[in-house]
């Protein structure tokens, strides 16, 4: 299984709000700000899924498959535009903002981590099941929690990062068949956001997984108090280094 140290951790979480500030301005920023700062020492720990065939099933995997998506997803909007696509509708910022939260759900509830450590030897071994999901929370689709979640820390969003952000998951998600499947032209999507969010997060996935499968497949899992003490280190040591020579 795949590992990050605890330096690599707060180096991506650190990349991911320095990306927050330098793209959002204003109430918004102050607002996710304020939802990144309550989230930060689960989020910042938190994987990207729960089996280790899937992709970025270990500590750091969620930030750093939204640091992948985020990087990729304006690869792909300017490879769009250079081969004829209709992608003036929507801008930069409206990209990277459905980008940076299509996953926000998997970070669990206000109280509650969405995954879990399996502590069954035998699923972890035979199945790759690194985690589970959390029976004590509420079941919502990833993308309803991460809409939920939002809209609770009173971050607004525009019709198209709604949009992209309801349907990165494509046509996996049997709730998305309505704006996909459609023959009448005035139910067909207007913006190719949600399209190239959809592409950009399945070259993501697809990358991690395989670099998963021509890694280690040892799995090894550390409890999360362990995970949580390692970053903590991490980041007072970094935080005395800046203190002692500065930036």
């Not at 992209?164 to 207007?190: C, I």
């Amino acid at each position: 299984m795949k590992e990050l140290t605890p330096e690599q951790i707060q180096e991506n979480w650190e990349k991911l709000r320095s990306l927050i500030n330098e793209t959002f301005v204003g109430e918004r920023l102050d607002n996710l700000n304020k939802m990144y700062d309550y989230f930060e020492e689960r989020m910042c720990i938190a994987p990207a899924s729960g089996k280790e065939h899937f992709h970025n099933a270990h500590p750091g995997g969620y930030v750093e498959h939204v640091l992948h998506i985020t990087d990729l997803v304006v690869q792909i909007w300017d490879l769009w535009g250079k081969n004829g696509a209709s992608i003036d509708d929507f801008d930069k910022e409206e990209l990277i903002f459905a980008a940076l939260h299509h996953d926000l759900g998997k970070v669990g509830g206000l109280a509650e981590d969405y995954y879990v450590p399996n502590e069954s030897d035998w699923h972890r071994k035979n199945q790759g099941m690194i985690y589970r999901h959390n029976p004590n929370i509420q079941y919502m689709t990833v993308t309803d929690r991460a809409i939920w979640l939002l809209q609770h820390f009173d971050v607004k969003m525009s019709e198209n990062e709604y949009l992209g952000l309801r349907l990165t998951d494509g046509m996996y998600e049997e709730a998305n068949k309505g704006y996909y499947v459609s023959y009448m032209p005035h139910k067909q999507l207007r913006s190719n956001i949600a399209h190239i969010l959809h592409q950009a997060d399945m070259m993501a996935s697809k990358i991690e997984y395989d670099e998963w499968k021509r890694g280690d497949h040892n799995i090894k899992v550390e409890k999360k108090e362990e995970v949580k003490k390692k970053t903590e280190q991490s980041k007072a040591a970094n935080q005395a280094f800046k203190d002692l020579f500065g930036e």
